[in-house]
């Protein structure tokens, strides 16, 4: 009897990859004629049929996949879930999006629904109080149940799955060396608490950008908040905590935000304190979202490519669910970054 044959296996024989047997055995015209004739006559010889069939049966396959993001209000998590719905639609798949409101119960309830729902595969980034409670039951009985999940942005190494990320420590450390290049000495950074992984990486940037100019680290120049600062009431909570620092030290010429909404709450306190921008005070910001673009003055800032982030996790899920990729096996995909250098620098 001929043994079974899987897509990694039919790879490892034909000395090719997993994508090019996949894309034969859809006869797809990106491979030539050869190959495809070459890898079909394989696979017929070995008895092969694809498996997402037979996984269709046996899991209820639907062809849709869950998105589940912190929140829906910013400008980031929208090009992201562009990205996801682009590379879906390409590939035949429905996307159904849930909104975490960075509350844990309420991920956990969406987690629930959506595989209730036979959600094929989640792409996902973790809510702030997830990452407090540093409980991802629900996260790992999602993958104990066949669900695969692919997280972006805000992840976790605890949960063994694929990743998307960016590189904050050294977007950060950039951006920090262009306020220092610009001639800042004095450098604030508004960022989250470290429970929050991207928060505390960002912090990790800008503390080596200091130390590599010899430009000692000031605790008092670093304001770590709770809140997102996007409802008037956080708003004034950040405005004040900020005004408090610069009040305290007058001699601040830099601000380094963490997000664009920090870093637009820190340009309007500059201006309403008299202090001009770029000359006075410099900013730089993460995201390049709407608000980036339309500030006035613009701000500088590092672009994470959110759309593409949505794009590389809708094609690493997808190709596990269709077994271009092992189940096994798991990556960490790292998203390039620019900084955007705008108006509010030097």
Request: hydrophobic share 40%.
């Amino acid at each position: 009897m001929k043994r079974k044959m899987t897509l990694k296996q039919i790879a490892r024989e034909l000395d090719v990859s997993i994508s090019t047997v996949s894309k034969a055995l859809h006869d797809s015209k990106e491979i030539s004629q050869d190959n495809r004739d070459r890898i079909q006559a394989f696979a017929k010889l070995y008895n092969y049929r694809p498996n997402n069939i037979a996984l269709s049966l046996k899991n209820q396959k639907t062809k849709k996949i869950g998105v589940i993001i912190p929140e829906i209000v910013h400008h980031y998590f929208a090009k992201v879930i562009s990205g996801i719905e682009k590379v879906a639609n390409r590939r035949g798949y429905n996307v159904i999006i849930a909104v975490s409101n960075e509350a844990f119960d309420k991920e956990v309830i969406n987690v629930d629904t959506l595989i209730t729902a036979n959600i094929d595969g989640f792409i996902m980034s973790i809510s702030k109080e997830t990452m407090l409670k540093q409980d991802y039951h629900h996260l790992k009985e999602s993958i104990n149940q066949g669900v695969p999940i692919v997280m972006f942005d805000r992840v976790v190494n605890e949960v063994a799955c694929d990743k998307v990320i960016i590189n904050d420590t050294e977007a950060a450390r950039q951006g920090v060396l262009h306020l220092i290049n610009s001639g800042c000495k004095n450098i604030v950074l508004v960022g989250t608490k470290d429970y929050i992984n991207i928060g505390r990486l960002r912090t990790e940037g800008y503390i080596q950008a200091l130390t590599e100019n010899n430009i000692e680290v000031r605790e008092e120049l670093i304001l770590k908040l709770e809140e997102a600062g996007d409802n008037i009431e956080e708003q004034q909570g950040v405005e004040a905590r900020l005004n408090k620092i610069f009040d305290e030290n007058p001699e601040i010429d830099g601000v380094f935000a963490v997000n664009e909404i920090y870093a637009i709450t820190s340009l309007n306190l500059a201006r309403n304190r008299g202090l001009s921008v770029p000359e006075d005070v410099s900013v730089v910001s993460f995201s390049n979202g709407v608000l980036s673009r339309h500030a006035r003055p613009s701000l500088t800032t590092v672009n994470q490519q959110g759309e593409y982030m949505g794009e590389v996790s809708a094609e690493i899920l997808i190709d596990k669910l269709e077994e271009v990729t092992s189940e096994e096996e798991f990556e960490t995909r790292i998203i390039p970054t620019e900084l955007l250098k705008r108006e509010t620098t030097k």
